[in-house]
T-cell receptor, first 118, second 113 residues
């Protein structure tokens, strides 16, 4: 399977604990995105990487959230001191841009990691 | 600020019916619009991407149209099937951003056999 993969698929944690999610994009996709989706809503943008550089961050990404893409391949999203309001589906997407300013690329989404904070 | 609205929020139709899903956006300065499908508890599947220079895109039984000036897009599904049951989301680039997408809340479609 050459699609976007995410691990774990489900995570249940207690309030105050730290959690880390992993995203493996489609091979050779240079752009990677994180979104958060709550029940009944569309996804909300969190952050975007082009290769290893984190180029955009949403105001939703508080200082408890940090994302990395150290080698321009897989990415991790860490949430520190989780709160009940962090319960959501965390989606990762990737895309391939031939040129730096390319705006025509389609984002391909992974299956998501569902986080439940008790 | 870009805002995306999808109407209706839910739709139930008998199998075989043709149907139209609507999407409207407030900032018409977009360079593309995407339609996605999401099955319960799953990720998103890209259905169609329409560039701003295009008015329509077709894929199988799906046809998406884009009217930038009026801030509207429609997704037409012909001869609906129970397997089409899912939530359909549209997304446009966020105002002032190079890469962010702003999504609507989706239309939950149920096709009854």
């Amino acid at each position: 399977d050459t699609g976007v993969s995410q691990n774990p698929r489900h995570k249940i944690t207690k309030r105050g604990q730290n959690v880390t999610f992993r995203c493996d994009p489609i091979s050779e996709h240079n752009r990677l995105y994180w979104y958060r989706q709550t029940l009944g809503q569309g996804p909300e943008f969190l952050t975007y990487f082009q290769n290893e550089a984190q180029l955009e961050k949403s105001r939703l990404l508080s200082d408890r959230f940090s994302a990395e893409r150290p080698k321009g391949s897989f990415s991790t999203l860490e949430i520190q001191r989780t709160e009940q309001g962090d319960s959501a589906m965390y989606l990762c997407a990737s895309s391939s841009a031939r040129l730096a300013g390319d705006r025509t690329d389609t984002q391909y989404f992974g299956p998501g990691t569902r986080l439940t904070v008790l | 600020k870009q805002e995306v609205t999808q109407i209706p929020a839910a739709l139930s139709v008998p199998e075989g019916e043709n149907l139209v899903l609507n999407c409207s956006f407030t900032d018409s300065a977009i360079y593309n619009l995407q339609w996605f499908r999401q099955d319960p508890g799953k990720g998103l599947t890209s259905l169609l991407l329409i560039q701003s220079s295009q008015r329509e895109q077709t894929s199988g039984r799906l046809n998406a149209s884009l009217d930038k000036s009026s801030g509207r897009s429609t997704l037409y599904i012909a001869a609906s099937q129970p397997g089409d049951s899912a939530t359909y989301l549209c997304a446009v680039p966020t105002s002032g951003s190079a890469r962010q997408l702003t999504f609507g809340s989706g239309t939950q479609l149920t096709v009854l056999p």
